[in-house]
């Protein structure tokens, strides 16, 4: 981290709700900084230059309606580009499928407005730990781990070969697991908005996926979910 209790960015349109939330944090320990949109907020996590003076950020706390990007379009946009910051999301919606659907675009956690300053430090903690367990990025399900940084995969200590893009299909697996992606959310999260690529390409990849990590021990299933799309879980 950055400092003290780790630097979070805090995207919030409403400037009261901010300051209030900026000024718990930094009572907290926690360095704050401030965007009043989701432009402002990818601007600050992506343009190298202003990341510079500004700081590295640790976490952020993003709001979900927010004016030019909403908070899933942010988040869906900070993991197309490769930035894993831990995403906490605020959202006056408590729907089941709205969380869903945030995490699908690579939320980490949801927190439902109101909420207290209290929980939401409490959740902030609890992610920038996971984030620090996982060390450089390595994503563990099981026994199979996958390394984004060297592009390596292994079952224990068995190393499996995949093609860069089987690669990338298992990684948004695995950050994952035990939620049902249909077919078009995967397409998204993979491929991006390349209309060159059709939606099949997503069962091909599947496939392969399953033949080669197919017998491997202590592993995981690509489940197809009648319907709904597939889900990857560990092997019973």
Not at 37 to 50: F, N, S, T, V
Not at 103 to 130: C, I, M, N, Q, W
């Amino acid at each position: 981290m950055s400092g003290g209790a780790g630097t979070v960015l805090v995207v919030e349109d409403d400037a009261e709700l901010r300051t209030a939330v900026r000024r718990f944090l930094v009572e907290e320990g926690f360095k704050v900084q401030e965007a009043g949109d989701g432009a402002m907020a990818l601007d600050i996590l992506l343009d190298p230059e202003r990341r510079g003076t500004a700081g590295a950020v640790d976490a952020v706390v993003l709001d979900l309606l927010l004016p030019r990007l909403n908070g899933r379009e942010v988040c869906y946009r900070l993991r197309q580009s490769g930035c894993w910051v831990p995403v906490l999301m605020a959202t006056a919606y408590g729907d089941v499928e709205d969380r869903v659907l945030g995490f699908h675009d690579g939320a980490d956690d949801y927190l439902v407005k109101p909420f207290s300053l209290a929980e939401l430090t409490a959740r902030l903690r609890a992610v920038l730990r996971r984030a620090a367990a996982a060390g450089r990025g390595l994503i563990t399900v099981g026994t199979l781990r996958l390394d984004p940084v060297t592009r390596r995969v292994w079952s224990g200590t068995v190393e499996i070969p995949l093609s860069p893009r089987e690669q990338e299909v298992l990684a948004f697996f695995m950050r994952r697991a035990g939620i049902v992606l249909s077919r078009r959310v995967l397409h998204r999260g993979v491929w991006g908005d390349d209309a060159s690529v059709s939606v099949n390409s997503v069962d091909q990849h599947i496939a392969h996926l399953r033949r080669k990590l197919n017998g491997l021990s202590g592993l995981v299933d690509i489940e197809t979910i009648q319907g709904a799309g597939y889900c990857l879980r560990l092997q019973r």
